[in-house]
Every structure is written in C-alpha cells, then in structure tokens.
C-alpha cells in the first residue's frame, strides 16, 4: 500500500481530489487505530518524513487489514483496492501447556546411533 500526497503526478498530471482525500482518510485512521496522536497539518502530508517520525514508534504494531478488492473495468490487471484497519482486541494469554517433544534430547555428550534421527 502507498499513500501519496503530491498533487502532480511524475507525468505532470494532477491528481484528483477523490484520491488526496482517500489517501488522507487512510492515514488518519492507521493514526487512530495505532493510537498516535495525529498532528500533521495538510502542507506537511507532502514530507514523507514528517509522517515516518511520527508511526515509527508504532513499528511491530499487530493490526487488523481489511481489504475490499474490486474490478478494474479499464485496466484488469490492476483491481481497486480498499484497505480499511482495525485495532486486534487483546484476548487473554493461552495457557503453556508443557508437551514432552517427540525429538530426542542430544545434546548429552554421550550420543548413540540409535539417538539419531537418520
């Protein structure tokens, strides 16, 4: 997934609103769910930077991506996609259960043929 800002495209092509806006929304709400305090101003979206400063923290995050993937009527190859996240509720622990490997333990220094798995 990328998110970009700039309102030119490389070939010199404006961007549309549509997209700007989406793209925005997308990263306010990766800020909510990863519980960051968002305090970007709309001229600072442009420094990629900016934004990476400020999630770097939330780095190894676990998230819940939806994603909604649509035809693409003019170009097939290339489907929209939607992503959409959310927070992962936190459940309780699983219980360790201690199970005896099926895998010898070799590492006593007296090993016979018979420890070996081949």
Do not use: H
Request: aromatic residues 10%.
């Amino acid at each position: 997934m990328q998110l970009g800002f700039e309102e030119k495209t490389p070939s010199g092509k404006p961007v549309p609103d549509f997209a700007l806006d989406k793209n925005a929304r997308t990263l306010i709400k990766l800020y909510y769910v990863l519980g960051i305090k968002f305090t970007l101003e709309a001229s600072e979206f442009v420094d990629g930077n900016k934004i990476v400063d400020q999630l770097t923290p939330a780095v190894g995050t676990k998230l819940l991506l939806n994603l909604n993937v649509r035809p693409n009527k003019k170009n097939p190859d290339y489907p929209y996609r939607n992503y959409d996240f959310d927070k992962i509720e936190e459940s309780e622990p699983a219980k360790e259960t201690k199970e005896e490997s099926p895998i010898k333990d070799t590492t006593k220094d007296d090993v016979d043929n018979d420890d070996l798995p081949f």
